[in-house]
């Protein structure tokens, strides 16, 4: 009898112990789902800000480069604006490589039989007489801006400038020189040779196959020249 009533107790005590190890599992089952989903739901959490904040980011980025588009784009205007066909009287702007800026004014186109006592070896010299502005931040010798050209479109030729002013040539003319500070503006002449007469002639600061941030050209008539 006693030996029944032993093994009841130890099965009873057998299937608590079984019950209390099953209700544990349950119950660390539970807390580690409990875990879980609070990880999952600060995951989901964070995740929203993170996108939140990179929205906001890329915005904030978008908005920047538009401003720097825009920037850009407004010194672009500035720069590059060529202008061709000119006539005299017209002013046109140039930007040289140094980055002057300076206005330049065609006044008049003259022809010369001799310059400094001497014939020219083509057919004629040509004065050209102009205006320049300094309308940039710095200052320059009006001597050493962007060299001009004239003639005919199929033969440009360089001014004659330096070489009468090398030279030391006493010259009638008003060779273009001197310092020109912002806001300020100096006339003077250019001298040219040319081979021939032709009906059209190009006055020309820089052009598309030179190296110049922003040219200027002039059409110049032969019934234009004085």
């Not at 010369?112 to 007489?129: M, R, Y």
Request: charged letters at 30%; a negative charge; one cysteine or more.
């Amino acid at each position: 009898m006693k030996k029944y009533i032993r093994l009841s107790f130890f099965l009873i005590i057998t299937a608590l112990l079984i019950a209390a190890c099953s209700g544990d599992d349950n119950a660390d089952e539970g807390v580690n789902e409990e875990e879980n989903s609070n990880q999952e739901t600060n995951e989901i959490e964070d995740d929203g800000t993170t996108e939140e904040d990179v929205t906001e980011d890329e915005e904030d980025n978008s908005e920047e480069e538009s401003k720097n588009d825009e920037g850009e784009a407004e010194n672009d205007d500035s720069i590059g604006n060529h202008q061709e066909g000119l006539k005299i009287g017209d002013t046109g702007t140039v930007v040289d490589n140094d980055e002057n800026r300076y206005d330049v004014t065609l006044n008049s186109v003259t022809f010369k039989d001799n310059v400094a006592d001497l014939e020219p070896n083509g057919e004629t010299f040509v004065v050209v007489n102009i205006t320049v502005e300094n309308i940039g931040d710095d200052s320059f010798d009006a001597a050493e801006m962007y060299a001009p050209g004239f003639g005919p479109e199929s033969g440009i030729q360089a001014t004659m400038n330096e070489v009468f002013m090398d030279a030391g040539a006493d010259v009638d003319e008003d060779l273009l020189e001197g310092e020109v500070a912002p806001g300020e503006s100096v006339t003077g002449d250019h001298i040219f040779e040319i081979g021939e007469t032709n009906d059209q002639y190009l006055f020309i600061i820089g052009g598309s196959g030179q190296q110049i941030l922003t040219y200027a050209n002039w059409d110049v008539m032969e019934s234009e020249i004085e």
